[in-house]
């Protein structure tokens, strides 16, 4: 009896310290998450890249992201931008078809081939030749091309003489010069939006070189604030108009400060029509488009938009309902007037 007593005793003792010890880890778990959660706070990140500034703002997050951001940047890079010679698509405008392109490229192409169908050819990333030609591209151009170079360069315009097997660039002519700038930030941004979407961050606002993605809210639980300059006075303080935004893309194109003079007073604005092959003023003087998908569609659609100029743009909108647009144009007496779908809506 004696010893079953002892037994017993025993049994309570160790059922006591399982007890104990199973408390301790549930209160030690309680207390590091709640510790992680007293880490947790607001960041700001801000730079150069894709020769432009950005300004990414995320919260409640456990960690400065910056040199992941980094490394995102850098890959993309050496994938799209025809700023650095040994880029895939520099390689690829070398002449060099044997280049196998990355995921990144993949999916740009892919992408800018939907939308150049969708806005019958005027979304077009083929038009690389004549933005070097008239100075806006990273071969300095003549500013001022000639009828004769127009029209020769126009044989190398036309996104349906490219194609993508195996993730490698196929070209008509090896002078095919391919530039997707028109689509490229608002990729990165989507890069950047997928980073902190598979680190559970829930608010966010990423902005590259004017083009922004939102996810949520501020702290204040109110829309991120986004300011609409007005192209007729680029220095007003107040802008245009201030947008509420949340779980939404934006992307802006405009001829109102990328634009060059020549000596005999030539304007040539660094939108592209690959129609005609001219870079002159449309009366669309501004474009915001607004999506709720990728910030990429939003950047090519203000681009196309641009180049068709307000009346197929506004046509474009009618018969796309999902895309929504602020344009800003000139009427037939040449005053400001604005349509907008989207804070109508």
């Known amino acids: 009896m004696k010893i079953l007593n002892t037994i017993f005793v025993l049994n309570i003792h160790k059922f006591m310290k399982n007890k104990f010890t199973s408390s301790l880890i549930i209160l030690l778990s309680i207390f590091l998450s709640c510790n992680d959660d007293l880490q947790k706070k607001d960041f700001v990140l801000q730079g150069e890249v894709f020769g432009t500034t950005y300004k990414i703002t995320y919260l409640n997050a456990s960690k400065d992201y910056q040199k992941s951001l980094d490394s995102l940047f850098y890959d993309f890079n ?3 931008s025809t700023y650095i010679p040994t880029s895939d698509i520099s390689k690829i405008n070398d002449g060099n078809t044997a280049v196998e ?7 740009v192409f892919e992408k800018s081939k939907k939308i150049h169908q969708q806005t019958d050819g005027f979304f077009d990333p083929t ?6 030609a008239y100075g806006f591209g990273p071969e300095k151009g003549k500013l001022n091309p000639s009828d004769s170079l127009i029209s020769e360069l ?3 315009v036309g996104f349906e003489k490219v194609s993508l097997k195996n993730k490698k660039i196929y070209k008509e002519t090896p002078n095919i010069y391919l530039d997707f700038n028109s689509i490229a930030k608002g990729f990165a941004i989507d890069i950047v939006a997928r980073f902190f979407d598979s680190k559970n961050i829930d608010s966010y606002l990423i902005e590259i070189g004017g083009e922004i993605r939102t996810k949520g809210f501020k702290k204040d639980q109110k829309p991120w ?5 007005n192209p007729s006075n680029v220095e007003e303080e107040n802008g245009f108009t201030i947008l509420k935004l949340s779980n939404i893309s934006m992307a802006t194109s405009g001829n109102y400060r990328k634009f060059r003079i020549t000596n005999d007073g030539k304007k040539y604005v660094h939108t592209i029509n690959p129609k005609t092959g001219l870079a002159t003023e449309s009366n669309l003087l501004s474009a915001s488009v607004f999506t709720k998908t990728d910030c990429a569609d939003a950047d090519a659609y203000a681009t196309a938009f641009m180049a068709m100029g307000f009346e197929k743009s506004k046509q474009f909108l009618e018969k796309n309902l999902d895309i929504k647009a602020i344009l800003i144009y000139t009427d037939a007496f040449n ?3 604005v349509f907008d779908n989207f804070t109508e809506n």
């Not at 604030?225 to 300059?229: G, Y």
């Open 78 to 80: 050496q994938s799209l």
């Open 101 to 107: 392109v990355d995921n990144y490229f993949v999916e």
């Open 127 to 132: 038009v690389g030749n004549l933005v070097n």
């Open 154 to 156: 126009m044989k190398t």
């Open 225 to 229: 604030a986004i300011q609409i300059v």
């Open 335 to 337: 005053k400001i007037q």
